[in-house]
């Protein structure tokens, strides 16, 4: 304080020490005004900066141009019934540009087109020079382009991780697995199954968090499910067929162990997924199944109880109906019992068992074992069966043999697993099923005594009949050969056949079938012959001792393929 005092008192004695204070306090002035300005200056630049930063940060996706989060696409793994993983999502990067930042679009084409060759110049280009905020230029890039990309230095370029969907066992189960889109949502085959499950729900509402999506488990057996895929790819090239298909059925639970048909695709790069002959044969095919059909002749004929094993029909001449004349192929020229009726394949015998049907008793009993209905399963790509609108005497004489309707395989085989298992149809499934589930939805169709009287016939054929080729030492196989041939320009072609063969194993105490087909086979050599039994009948038979251990199936040699005569009553 008393400084103060005298430093004041000092100021107001010296004149000449006012004026050098008034004139530092001016100078100070100027310099505070100086950096209050350029303190103002920075921060509005800092404002600024800092106001569209929180802009940027509160505009949606879609207001910026930029494609919505894909958190939301992922999906459930798909594993077989023993865990065998068949579908999974992996990590991949997407590239886009932004083209208001693409300073020469020519440049960063022919750099791009280093890395990505099939890159289309002119739709990049457009895409480039739009202005836009964001547009896509290649989808699920591997990481080596990912980095080939990176090292190019183009300015204007991004990534975003997407997800993608694997499929580790590539075309082997292509048609049950299925496929997805660039969006990963399911197209076809399970994965499409599944979306309509409710994942497609989640993923909307952005609930589809991978941690919580459990494994959807297949009744498929990876295993078998490879040794078919194998077997019909042989078979088509071995016998210069368009293409080729099996399936392996649980006759107690209605199961899908199995099924393929080639040609197919590589779900991983599904290129040619498209294509005209790239089609699941199985179960979206529709065809004319020739002589497997007698089968069901024979069980409705059995059933009906107006015919029994004993029973003989006169199978010395053709028949005449209308303009068409009813022959059989090995023609044996005289009366034949059913057994009889069923391994010589006789079209004449079939028919008159028709007869003693009945028109409307034929129609019924097929509708009753599904196949002429909509088969109902999970799987999407399932063809509906075609039949006369109207059926007359002459359809269901044609139809006793296998012409005049048409039907999937797989319907063919859940029928004829009715047929074998005691009498119950059993709708297929490409799920894991208990017995129990099995049961709950099992229908009693045909007798059990009518089902043991197949099982003879079965065992009979291929002891005796057409059968024969597909026998595998120790596994009892019964079944039956189907050639017909087909239609082409409203005609039945000659020299085109559609063939098949319908197994079941062991006989004794069936536990699966196996149907394969052939499809516009040919003679595997020069002096050979193309029916069922060259080809759908040795696939058939290869697939059985391939995977019949896998299956849990024991071989037996105590009484190999004897067919134990049932009653004749």
Not at 424 to 440: D, G, M, S, V
Request: charged share 25%; proline share 5%.
């Amino acid at each position: 304080m008393i400084g103060k005092l005298l430093r004041r008192a000092s100021k107001e004695q010296d004149p000449g020490s006012i004026i050098v204070d008034g004139a530092r306090k001016a100078t100070g002035g100027k310099a505070r005004n100086r950096v209050l300005m350029t303190m103002a200056v920075f921060f509005s630049i800092y404002a600024t900066i800092a106001g569209r930063l929180v802009y940027l940060g509160s505009i949606d996706n879609d207001a910026s141009g930029a494609p919505p989060s894909r958190v939301t696409t992922s999906r459930p793994d798909i594993v077989d019934r023993n865990g065998e993983l068949l579908a999974t999502d992996i990590k991949t990067a997407s590239l886009y540009a932004e083209p208001r930042h693409i300073v020469d679009a020519d440049e960063a084409i022919e750099k791009l087109a280093t890395v990505l060759p099939e890159i289309d110049y002119e739709q990049t280009y457009n895409k480039l020079k739009s202005g836009a905020g964001f547009v896509w230029l290649q989808r699920q890039l591997t990481p080596k382009q990912q980095n080939d990309i990176m090292q190019l230095g183009v300015p204007g370029l991004g990534f975003r991780t997407e997800k993608r969907r694997f499929y580790p066992s590539g075309s082997t189960s292509a048609y049950i697995v299925g496929l997805t889109n660039i969006d990963n949502q399911g197209i076809s085959g399970m994965e499409k199954y599944i979306d309509g499950q409710g994942l497609s729900d989640l993923q909307l509402s952005g609930l589809a968090d991978p941690k919580d999506l459990a494994p959807v488990k297949l009744s498929i057996d990876l295993r078998v499910q490879h040794i078919v895929h194998d077997e019909i790819a042989v078979g088509m090239e071995k016998y210069h067929a368009i293409a080729a298909g099996a399936v392996v059925l649980n006759v107690k639970t209605g199961e899908v162990l199995a099924m393929a048909s080639v040609p197919d695709f590589d779900p991983n790069n599904p290129y040619n997924a498209q294509d005209k002959d790239r089609l699941n044969r199985m179960s979206a095919g529709l065809y004319e199944m020739g002589s497997t059909f007698k089968s069901f002749t024979t069980a409705m004929a059995l059933d009906s109880g107006k015919v029994s094993l004993s029973t003989k029909f006169d199978a010395t001449r053709p028949i005449r109906i209308g303009r068409q004349t009813i022959h059989d192929f090995h023609g044996k020229g005289r009366w034949l019992t059913v057994p009889e009726v069923f391994i010589y394949s006789s079209n004449i015998g079939s028919a008159k068992e028709a007869e003693a049907v009945g028109i409307e008793g034929h129609r019924e009993f097929l509708h009753r074992l599904g196949i002429l209905e909509k088969m109902q399963t999970e799987l999407p790509e399932v063809a509906r069966p075609t039949e006369p609108k109207v059926w007359k005497q002459v359809h269901s004489i044609t139809i006793a043999f296998g012409h005049g309707v048409s039907t999937t395989p797989l319907q063919t085989a859940v029928g004829c697993a009715a047929l074998v298992n005691g009498g119950y149809l059993i709708e297929p499934t490409f799920l894991a099923r208990t017995q129990e589930e099995a049961n709950a939805v099992a229908k009693k169709v045909v007798s059990e005594k009518t089902s043991d009287a197949m099982r003879y016939v079965y065992a009979l054929n291929a002891e005796k009949g057409s059968g024969r080729n597909a026998r595998v030492p120790g596994y009892r196989v019964g079944g039956k050969t189907g050639t017909a041939e087909k239609v082409v320009n409203g005609r039945y072609s000659k020299d085109k056949n559609f063939n098949a063969f319908v197994a079941a194993f062991p006989m004794d105490d069936p536990q699966y079938i196996v149907l394969t087909i052939a499809d516009e086979p040919k003679a595997e050599k020069p002096g050979m012959g193309a029916t069922a039994a060259s080809n759908a009948g040795i696939i058939a038979r290869n697939i059985i001792a391939r995977s019949a251990a896998l299956l849990g199936v024991k071989p037996d040699f105590s009484h190999e393929n004897g067919a134990t005569l049932v009653s004749m009553e």
